[in-house]
């Protein structure tokens, strides 16, 4: 049986999310906006799965906004903040690039945009963070809660805090955290938050911006009144069904998921410090409780994951849109890492379905590969 150490690129669909879409897959023709009885149908399985999803980030229903992928979010979040009123935005330097991107096409129509420095173990530091924003007036912020690739979390409360301070919005991208860690709006002190479906088990193509009612926002998409025009467009209601219904799931099972990642990680990690060639990143600190990232020294990563690949299992080799770019990851770079060690790096990342028998394959195929390198 092949080993699916991906979890963060994508999971997959779980039986009982698919369970919950399939009346509006299959079920009569039915727009939400329509006002028969099956319009209204399909109209409360959007309202209901926005109280889940609401309730998965420890928000208000109505700040909810659909959108088609954390992407769409996180573009979102950005531009439509921005549009709004010009200005300076900053942004974490291992976000990703759905944020990174976003603010950088910015530059073009006036914005000041900067990148927020991280350490060498991949953390934004307060006084740093406090004294650039210090230089010049902001108005937004976007900081991730943890990272794909590295699965370091920021010390989101303590930033936020600083952030607002200086008179910013906050936006958090919790692609990665949500389902994995407790998240919570408040607590984190998000102005703005991003978290998508299909990282949680539930279909790809549907997410959402959760957005504060005071924060000014510009609609990037116009058309019909859909989330009350901020969105316009017909909503994909069985995909927002099961994203609701994942997210339902991820609030029940957070703690049994979360114990059975952690009992793998412990065992993957014990079983890397046997191997001395291996760099770990983002060591000593917070991390996704799913992932691990590392370099076996002298090999490349690609090279290293098409040989995994080729003994059944499935790992990447940093974020899933930078692999096969052959571009070395821009979070290591930031923390640091020159470009041949960062370009050494692999991901592993657990989900529900892995068993420590799995973690024990994996480590003894990493200690043969690197064996022969010995060798
Ligand atoms: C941290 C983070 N933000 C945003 C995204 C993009 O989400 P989506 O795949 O739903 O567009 C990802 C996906 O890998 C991610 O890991």
Redesign the pocket.
């Known amino acids: 049986m092949p080993i699916y150490f991906d979890h963060?690129?994508?999971t997959h669909l779980d039986a009982r999310v698919l369970e919950a879409m399939m009346p509006y897959l299959s079920g009569p023709a039915a727009n939400p906006s329509s006002l028969h009885r099956y319009g209204r149908l399909a109209r409360d399985a959007i309202e209901a799965a926005r109280v889940q999803v609401a309730q998965l980030v420890g928000a208000q229903p109505r700040d909810v906004i659909w959108t088609s992928?954390?992407?769409?979010?996180?573009n979102y979040a950005i531009k439509g903040v921005m549009q709004a009123a010009r200005g300076r935005v900053l942004y974490g330097a291992t976000?990703?690039p759905?944020?990174m991107e976003a603010a950088e096409s910015l530059r073009a129509g006036g914005c000041e945009v900067e990148a927020i420095p991280v350490d060498r173990r991949g953390i934004i530091e307060a006084d740093a963070l406090a004294a650039q924003l210090a230089r010049a007036p902001t108005r937004l912020v976007s900081i991730?809660r943890?990272?794909?690739e590295t699965g370091v979390i920021q010390d989101l409360p303590a930033l936020a805090a600083i952030v607002h301070a200086a008179g910013a919005w906050l936006h958090v991208?919790a692609?990665?955290a949500a389902g994995k860690l407790a998240v919570d709006m408040d607590q984190l002190g998000a102005d703005l938050l991003?978290v998508?479906?299909?990282?949680i088990y539930g279909p790809?193509?549907i997410?959402a911006l959760v957005v504060r009612s005071d924060v000014e926002l510009e609609a990037l998409q116009h058309g019909g009144a859909q989330e009350r025009g901020r969105r316009g467009g017909t909503e994909n209601v069985a995909a927002i069904a099961g994203f609701g219904r994942a997210a339902e799931l991820a609030i029940e099972e957070l703690d049994p998921r979360t114990q059975h990642y952690a009992q793998l990680i412990e065992q993957l990690d014990a079983g890397l410090r046997q191997i001395p060639e291996i760099v770990m990143f983002g060591d000593g600190v917070a991390r996704l409780p799913n992932t691990r990232q590392f370099a076996l020294s002298g090999y490349d990563g690609e090279a290293l994951l098409m040989e995994l690949d080729r003994k059944g299992i499935a790992v990447s080799s940093g974020?899933?849109?930078a692999s096969g770019s052959g571009e070395p990851s821009h979070v290591l770079l930031a923390m640091g890492f020159d470009p041949v060690t960062a370009k050494g790096a692999i991901r592993v990342s657990v989900g529900v379905v892995n068993t420590t028998d799995e973690v024990a394959r994996f480590l003894h195929v990493l200690a043969e590969i690197a064996g022969t390198l010995r060798s």
Do not use: I, L, P, R
């Open positions: 963060n690129a994508t992928g954390g992407t769409e979010a996180n976000e990703h759905a944020v991730m943890a990272n794909n991208d692609v990665q991003t998508s479906s299909h990282k790809k193509g997410a974020s899933a849109c």
